[in-house]
């Protein structure tokens, strides 16, 4: 019972978080700080989430599950942060309008202008 | 969950769904559509495994959403770069259709009486138990235990061996795209990846976990969720993230050792299927030795399916396009 | 409260009709190839959702595998269909058909990829 109360505790801070990183994403002016929002807030929120998660894991198989599935996101929202943040860098102008922040595979897909 | 909170949610699902639908056909700028076409599709996978139907969720969420979302985003990249760039705009544009409005509301009125007549279909459909009492009572018989892989597999193996054909031909088809002067290139995306850059190590973090992930989840298909599919396509995303981090090119289309990773899967199945024509009947398997056989079929199969999907994504080979990173930028000379 | 199979069996089949909305009403031949995408797992959110609405277990393993396999096979039409975009756009410089152009429609793009293709635009001339 007090288990099932910390995990709510935990899981709602953590939607709080994913709140924050969202309205950072619509309301922040440029790139590189709607992807600062977006980065920490949502890193920190799947964090909660996952350790609410964990305090309900049957056994030690499903606790690495979620252990890998925070890493690995960590490192997959790390290595895109960085790529849109050189793309926005490298070529300001080579996307209109607010869906800049979305071009995430930039730094393969889109680099043709970058002298090679 | 309980009652009312479950069909809450399924509700939000369902607008959300909906909404993102809306937004991938309506939305301005093309890219932008891609986008909530990607988050639509995670937004299924939901859906599916609110139905319990986690199979059909976790290729929803890799294919539906995963491979078709790079398959977009890398075609829109192309466009731009193939249209000329205030001819793009206004394709982006809602506008730009020659539609008029009288025409859309017809549209928007036949599309409405579609959509609802298959809805009123579907509430006075009678109950049916369908197929699950079959499959259930038969699933000790096939040598594995997910009642999916089972159908895949052993009592509909004729389907999945046609569509591992079915996948071939597309690939083909698209192959014969290529111009004469670009054959045997290498198909693909451009690459500019930078040898030390984050991508570069994020390419060779990854593929590990993802290579142990694919195979997983075929190994697990035989009892939990998981598969041939499933497996293929992880193990797809995993060599498509290697070409983008520029690690490895994308392989020659005219290459031995490529033709023969993509029928592998194919041959090995017919193969089982032949063997089971001489010992009764095709594509039948002896309870026996049910659950090998199938496990053999699915390790081919499952590197067909990875090479198949991947080289569908990277396109045709296409000169100014679809250059690997050993090529010169210019057209071989006629 | 109503069972999850109803709902997402309607929202399948809401999903088809706005699915084909978009593709009578865009011109645009990606954003066709998304309408068609839409259509298609809508009509496999009718069919599972069909095939889940007895509480015995789980969705029918059958209607599972034949959605499974309809993924799989969309997939393939749609890299085809991509494809097919891009190399008329390389010929033409255009994302619409000839037939869906309209008076606001920019002729030709004035610097074309490269010589072959301009070959290929002029040789049904004569």
Redesign the interface.
């Given at each position: 019972m007090l288990v099932d109360g910390i995990t709510c505790a935990l899981i709602g801070a953590g939607l709080l978080f994913f709140w924050a990183g969202t309205a950072g994403i619509i309301r922040f002016p440029d790139t590189h700080s709607r992807l600062h929002a977006l980065t920490k807030a949502d890193n920190v929120g799947l964090g909660l989430l996952i350790v609410g998660l964990a305090l309900q894991a049957p056994d030690w198989l499903t606790l690495g599950k979620l252990a890998m599935v925070w890493a690995l996101t960590l490192v997959a929202a790390g290595t895109t942060a960085q790529l849109v943040a050189r793309a926005a860098i490298t070529k300001p102008a080579a996307r209109r309008g607010p869906a800049s922040t979305a071009a995430i595979p930039g730094d393969t897909v889109r680099s043709k202008d970058r002298a090679s | 969950m309980s009652?009312?909170a479950?069909?809450g949610f399924?509700?939000m699902l369902?607008a959300l769904?909906?909404g993102a639908?809306?937004a991938?056909?309506?939305v301005r700028?093309?890219?932008?559509?891609?986008?909530f076409?990607i988050v639509?599709?995670v937004f299924?996978a939901l859906?599916?495994l609110?139905?319990?139907?986690i199979?059909?969720a976790l290729?929803?969420a890799a294919?539906?959403a995963g491979?078709?979302g790079?398959?977009?985003?890398?075609?829109?990249?192309?466009?731009e770069?193939?249209?000329?760039r205030?001819?793009?705009?206004?394709?982006?544009g809602?506008q730009?259709?020659?539609?008029s409005s009288a025409a859309?509301i017809a549209?928007?009125v036949?599309?409405?009486g579609?959509?609802?007549g298959?809805?009123w279909g579907?509430?006075t459909?009678p109950?049916?138990?369908?197929?699950?009492?079959a499959?259930?009572e038969n699933l000790a018989a096939s040598g594995v235990e997910n009642?999916?892989t089972?159908?895949?597999l052993n009592?509909?193996g004729w389907?999945?061996l046609l569509?591992s054909i079915?996948?071939l031909a597309?690939?083909i088809?698209?192959w014969s795209?290529a111009?004469d002067?670009d054959w045997g290139r290498r198909p693909g995306?451009?690459?500019?990846?930078?040898p030390g850059?984050?991508?570069a190590?994020?390419g060779r973090?990854?593929p590990p976990?993802g290579f142990l992930l694919g195979v997983y989840l075929v190994w697990t298909g035989s009892a939990q969720p998981g598969?041939a599919?499933q497996g293929g396509t992880v193990l797809a995303a995993v060599w498509l993230l290697v070409m983008?981090?520029?690690l490895k090119a994308a392989p020659r289309v005219s290459s031995t050792r490529l033709r023969w990773a993509l029928i592998a899967g194919p041959l090995l199945f017919i193969g089982v299927g032949l063997a089971g024509a001489v010992a009764g009947t095709f594509l039948g398997l002896p309870t026996a030795y049910a659950k090998p056989l199938i496990l053999t079929i699915e390790a081919g199969l499952t590197l067909s399916?990875a090479a198949t999907?991947a080289l569908?994504?990277l396109?045709?080979p296409?000169?100014?396009?679809g250059l690997g990173p050993d090529q010169p930028d210019k057209?071989p000379a006629? | 409260m109503i069972a999850s199979a109803t709902l997402f069996g309607l929202c399948g089949a809401a999903l088809i009709g706005l699915g084909l909305y978009g593709f009578v009403v865009q011109a645009h031949l990606l954003r066709r190839l998304i309408a068609f995408n839409i259509i298609g797992s809508g009509i496999f959110l009718l069919f599972g959702a069909s095939g889940a609405r007895d509480q015995l277990a789980s969705t029918d393993p059958v209607a599972q595998a034949l959605i499974i396999t309809g993924i799989v096979v969309a997939l393939a039409a749609t890299a085809f269909g991509v494809g097919l975009v891009l190399a008329f756009a390389k010929v033409t410089g255009q994302t619409h058909l000839p037939e869906e152009s309209d008076a606001r429609q920019r002729p030709l793009k004035a610097g074309l990829p490269d010589r072959s293709v301009q070959t290929i635009v002029k040789d049904p001339a004569g």
């Open positions: - | 009652g009312l479950a069909t399924d509700l369902c769904i909906l639908a809306l991938a056909i309506a700028d093309l890219f932008g559509a891609v986008v076409f639509y599709g299924v859906a599916w609110r139905l319990e139907a199979d059909v290729t929803e294919l539906g491979l078709t790079v398959l977009m985003i890398g075609a829109v990249s192309r466009l770069r193939l249209t000329s205030d001819q793009d705009q206004d394709a982006a809602p730009s259709p020659p539609t859309r549209t928007m036949g599309a409405a579609i959509g609802g298959l809805a579907f509430i459909l109950p049916s138990a369908g197929l699950q009492l499959v259930a009642p999916v089972a159908v895949l009592f509909r389907d999945t569509e079915v996948l597309a690939l088809a698209l795209l111009r002067q995306l451009r690459q500019h990846a930078r850059g984050v991508m190590t994020f973090l990854l976990f598969g599919f983008m981090a520029g399916i999907l569908l994504v396109g045709a296409m000169a100014g396009d057209e006629r | -």
